[in-house]
């Protein structure tokens, strides 16, 4: 398998567990939070400054207020004049381009398909799951209390959706951003880990 492998899915729908699993069955490396920590290495940033960047997300609207210049303004007056989060969102961008280059892997997130969109080794892969199974793994896998579960799940939906679309200018979720979507909510993690191997292996 030569292709970078980059994965966008629903909170509680076992994405990072399906990433993990293809990486193991392929023998190629995972960068999920890993990208936090090597492009706080390179940048200089704390880690907390990427985690605050993402946090965010959650309302599109104060997340456009701060974002300060946006994600226009790299192309109208350079890296100087962008906002934090702007730079901290290039820092991890560079750092998903250089593990890409480095060879096959898996990336889980942070807009990495948008970041590799302009190559033609990368297969993109989103991992959703009905509400109710979401709610049993998040509450028996994450140990979140079942009466904020649900809560919880459409609060992170929306923050990793308003991160995706302020920074790709695409919808996060649409099909038509994919190669291929799949439900753990039919088979299981084992099953989808199968179907995408599968895929991957024509």
């Given at each position: ?167 790709a200018n695409e919808k996060?979720?649409?099909?038509n951003n994919y190669d ?23």
């Open positions: 398998m030569n292709k970078v492998i980059t994965i966008g899915r629903q909170f509680g729908s076992g994405g990072r567990i399906v990433g993990k699993k293809l990486a193991e069955a392929f023998d190629i490396p995972f960068y999920d939070n890993e990208i936090i920590n090597l492009a706080a290495k390179e940048s200089g940033f704390a880690v907390k400054a990427f985690e605050r960047a993402e946090e965010k997300a959650t309302n599109s609207f104060l997340y456009s207020i701060a974002m300060g210049a946006g994600a226009y303004s790299s192309h109208d007056f350079g890296y100087a004049s962008l906002s934090i989060d702007d730079r901290i969102f290039l820092a991890q961008s560079s750092v998903i381009r250089k593990v890409a280059d480095e060879g096959p892997c898996i990336i889980v997130g942070r807009c990495a398909d948008y970041v590799l969109k302009e190559r033609e080794d990368v297969v993109n892969i989103f991992i959703c799951a009905d509400l109710d199974s979401r709610i049993k793994r998040s509450v028996e896998e994450y140990g979140i209390a079942s009466e904020k579960a649900a809560e919880t799940i459409l609060r992170q939906d929306k923050r990793r959706a308003n991160y995706y679309n302020f920074h996060w979720g649409n099909v291929l979507s799949i439900r753990t909510d039919f088979g299981g993690i084992d099953h989808a880990v199968k179907c995408i191997k599968a895929f991957l292996e024509v």
